[in-house]
């Protein structure tokens, strides 16, 4: 799952709440809490490394990884001490998701190229991987060279942290299923669009002798009565969705459903929601996550309880905390149990 961020600017520990959070998804079955990754907006955390140590020295069994977090906008070498240094507070408990972004300013600022982030992307994966599996190597590159050197500490995990790269583009996908561990699904995309980009992401992999192996992530909103969270809850929310996926909107389907809003027409919020995202009552999400492991055969999946409203204001999240602590108490006791092996 998402981890919400939870600020108090006044409190001595501003972040307690969300700290809080990742210790209810670890007592509620979760096997993994992510943060996101943006700078110069306050409802994002432009360092999500340092919090992700955080959260893994006050969590004992959970999984911490980011989703996701902008690669090419710094230095891979630089990242890769960051999490393996992350890999050693946590006891082998750290996953990297990278994605390219899409506001060219973040980029800008920290001297790297927009226009060239997809190269810069493959570069900084394979560095990644070379400064965490060899020691006393340098490496030549078209963006970053280094002499012979050796990052420490070294990573606990054996080759080393899981690499997660996000992406809907077919280089992206393709890019995913040669560099990475797993690829990186949603959570803007419809059932259709993710479909499709599966079948570009099985045949990259087959292609290029790897394993399949990725992560369908949605946007939740769950409550105790399916009529309620439509009525009370869901225009508000997918409102909100909406107003922040068109900052980055990748696909044609996004942007005909777009179109469609901007000529007047009322898309109903349970349409947009259909295939989009986990809603409704326990029983309501349960079959929901059926139909997409039917369509798709995902073995993971990522819930992002009130997530993805706009991050130029403080709360890019929708909720308080107590009503997303409800949510993830109540799907790791009515949902998780109904996927347990």
Known sequence: MSLPLLFDAGARDPYRETYELARIAEESGFTTVTIGHHHFMPGNLADPLTFLATVAARTDTLRVGTGIFQLPVHHPVRVAEQVALIDQISGGRVSLGVGMGWWPLEYQVHGSEFRQRGARMEEALKILRHVWTTEDQGYEGKFWSFPELTVHPRPVQDPHPPLWVAGVADAAVDRAARLGDAWLCGPVQ???????????????????????????????????????????????????LMEHWRESAEDDTEKDLFARLDAGEHVPPEE??????????????????????????????????????????????LGTFEEIAAMVKLFGREVIPAFAA
């Not at 479909?195 to 570009?200: A, E, G, M, P, Q």
């Open 190 to 240: 419809s059932l259709a669009k993710a479909r499709s980009c599966l079948d570009v992401y099985r045949a990259s992999c087959a292609a290029h002798g790897t394993r399949p192996d990725w992560i369908l992530r949605r946007y939740a909103w769950l409550g105790a009565d399916r009529e309620q969270v439509a009525r009370d809850v869901l225009p508000h929310y997918v409102g909100g």
């Open 272 to 317: 947009i929601a259909a295939d989009r995202l986990l809603w409704g009552a326990p029983d309501d999400v349960i079959a929901q996550v059926r139909a997409y492991r039917d369509a798709t055969g995902c073995e993971h999946v990522h819930a992002a309880f009130g997530a993805g409203l706009p991050g130029n204001v403080a709360r890019a999240s």
